[in-house]
């Protein structure tokens, strides 16, 4: 029999030991295996998976195994807090700002393996899953697809789909699911929760009001802070790039974003789940439009995003020097601030975008949470439709 989400949802229990035995089947995945040097076989590990009994057993000691190790060799230290927060038999909606595109999913991951807490779905771009190996891989980790590619008739389609699927995951399964709070990582270092995604939890029953619905799905927001972003170039050129017009991803950028993610230098990383926002949803005025009530939802979502964002030395000094001012000297060294802004000179260096040019986006990439935290103006703010 059909499942009425098989074209989105990950795996069930049933099919992950033929999906395993796909991935070792892969040459691909054997040599990924020998150059990530763990002093691990693919064989030993094909043997190691046949002891699994669930999604959990796969996740903990497969890819928790793989990201934890990267984590510890690119973080000179990972702080966590927030789990008083959440009951570890509730399922939550989990509403994430997105600065990485597979590590920011994996830190609440790596929480609920240490708490031996049950994780929760994870919501991933169809463009990010691009081959057989990826996709078996993602969806034995419980990550469930967003259709990217679409028409605008084709987008409302799968936007309910996934709606659907979501509150099935939540109400029928009790799993906890993330999602990012934006389509797309944010690239300018400003957390802006998009209305569209909000509205899109809503789609699973147009008859109900929209507070209603959000207000049972125990909206958590997630916040993560890294001192450094590990894609900080690459961001910053695609923003240059794109002053004038759209940026187009040449084939495999996606990918080399997510290596980059996994492998690059994060230096410290803070992950705070947050608290969640039943109560203030409560708040929000009934009588509102309902594109009010939705604005109102991701007003309270950022702003306990910014709350509890970890601003760094990096932060500081990126935004004095921007402003030409010392505002913030206090948080800093001039040996930080000199090591900092030599750190930017080179990331700076790339062939088709101005060293000028690509130091200013990527200083605002680390300003920008200075200014979201104090509540500071912003300007050429970043958005997309969701």
Same mark, same amino acid.
């Given at each position: 029999?059909?499942?009425?989400?098989?074209? !989105?949802?990950?795996?069930?229990?049933s099919? +992950?030991?033929?999906a395993?035995?796909?991935i *070792?089947?892969?040459?691909?995945f054997?040599?990924?295996?020998e150059?990530?040097?763990?002093?691990i076989?693919? @064989?030993?590990?094909?043997?190691?998976?046949?002891t &699994?009994?669930?999604?959990?057993?796969f996740?903990k000691n497969?890819a928790g195994r793989?990201?934890r190790?990267?984590s510890?060799?690119?973080?000179t230290?990972?702080?966590?807090?927030?789990? @008083?927060?959440? @009951?570890?038999?509730?399922?939550?909606? &989990?509403i994430a700002?997105?600065?990485?595109? !597979?590590?920011?999913?994996t830190?609440?991951?790596?929480?609920f393996?240490d708490?031996?807490i049950?994780?929760?779905?994870i919501?991933?771009g169809?463009?990010l899953v691009? +081959?057989p190996?990826m996709?078996? !891989?993602?969806?034995?980790?419980?990550?469930?697809?967003?259709k990217r590619?679409?028409s605008?008739?084709?987008?409302?389609v799968?936007?309910?789909?996934?709606?659907?699927?979501?509150?099935y995951s939540?109400?029928?399964e009790h799993?906890?699911v993330?999602?990012?709070q934006?389509?797309?990582?944010?690239?300018?270092?400003?957390d802006? +929760?998009q209305?569209?995604?909000v509205?899109m939890l809503t789609?699973?029953d147009?008859?109900?009001?929209?507070?209603d619905i959000l207000?049972?799905m125990?909206?958590t927001?997630?916040?993560?802070s890294?001192?450094?972003?590990?894609?900080?170039?690459?961001?910053a050129?695609?923003?240059?790039l794109?002053?004038?017009?759209?940026?187009?991803?040449?084939?495999?950028e996606? *990918?080399?974003?997510?290596?980059?993610?996994?492998f690059? *230098?994060?230096g410290?990383?803070?992950?705070? !789940?947050?608290?969640?926002i039943?109560?203030?949803i409560?708040q929000?005025p009934?009588?509102?439009?309902?594109?009010?009530?939705l604005t109102a939802?991701?007003?309270?979502?950022d702003?306990?995003i910014?709350?509890?964002?970890?601003?760094?030395?990096t932060n500081y000094i990126?935004y004095d020097?921007?402003g030409n001012c010392?505002? *913030?000297a206090?948080?800093y060294?001039p040996?930080?601030?000199?090591?900092f802004l030599?750190?930017?000179?080179k990331q700076?260096i +790339?062939?088709?975008?101005?060293?000028?040019?690509?130091?200013?986006?990527?200083l605002?990439i680390?300003?920008?949470?200075?200014k979201?935290?104090?509540g500071?103006?912003?300007?050429n703010q970043?958005?997309?439709?969701?």
């Amino acid at each position: 029999m059909t499942d009425k989400f098989d074209s !989105i949802r990950h795996f069930k229990p049933s099919e +992950t030991l033929a999906a395993q035995e796909e991935i *070792f089947a892969d040459e691909t995945f054997s040599h990924a295996l020998e150059k990530l040097n763990m002093g691990i076989t693919a @064989e030993s590990l094909r043997e190691e998976c046949k002891t &699994f009994k669930s999604h959990y057993d796969f996740q903990k000691n497969f890819a928790g195994r793989f990201l934890r190790y990267y984590s510890d060799r690119t973080t000179t230290k990972v702080n966590y807090s927030g789990l @008083e927060n959440i @009951e570890p038999n509730k399922a939550y909606m &989990f509403i994430a700002n997105h600065r990485d595109i !597979i590590m920011d999913s994996t830190y609440l991951q790596l929480y609920f393996f240490d708490n031996d807490i049950n994780t929760s779905k994870i919501a991933i771009g169809d463009n990010l899953v691009s +081959t057989p190996l990826m996709l078996n !891989i993602a969806k034995l980790n419980k990550m469930f697809l967003v259709k990217r590619s679409a028409s605008l008739r084709e987008k409302l389609v799968n936007s309910k789909e996934l709606s659907e699927y979501i509150h099935y995951s939540m109400f029928d399964e009790h799993e906890s699911v993330w999602i990012a709070q934006r389509n797309g990582r944010t690239k300018n270092g400003i957390d802006l +929760t998009q209305q569209g995604l909000v509205k899109m939890l809503t789609y699973y029953d147009e008859s109900r009001d929209v507070l209603d619905i959000l207000k049972e799905m125990h909206i958590t927001p997630l916040t993560v802070s890294y001192e450094y972003e590990p894609c900080d170039n690459l961001k910053a050129r695609e923003l240059a790039l794109s002053e004038h017009e759209k940026y187009v991803k040449k084939p495999g950028e996606d *990918f080399n974003s997510v290596c980059q993610g996994i492998f690059g *230098f994060k230096g410290e990383v803070n992950f705070v !789940i947050g608290k969640s926002i039943d109560d203030e949803i409560a708040q929000i005025p009934t009588d509102l439009r309902k594109n009010d009530k939705l604005t109102a939802v991701c007003q309270i979502i950022d702003k306990q995003i910014y709350a509890n964002y970890k601003l760094y030395a990096t932060n500081y000094i990126a935004y004095d020097y921007l402003g030409n001012c010392q505002e *913030f000297a206090e948080y800093y060294t001039p040996q930080q601030k000199e090591a900092f802004l030599h750190y930017i000179d080179k990331q700076s260096i +790339t062939e088709d975008v101005d060293a000028k040019k690509m130091k200013n986006y990527l200083l605002n990439i680390y300003a920008n949470p200075v200014k979201t935290h104090f509540g500071k103006n912003l300007a050429n703010q970043e958005e997309n439709d969701w």
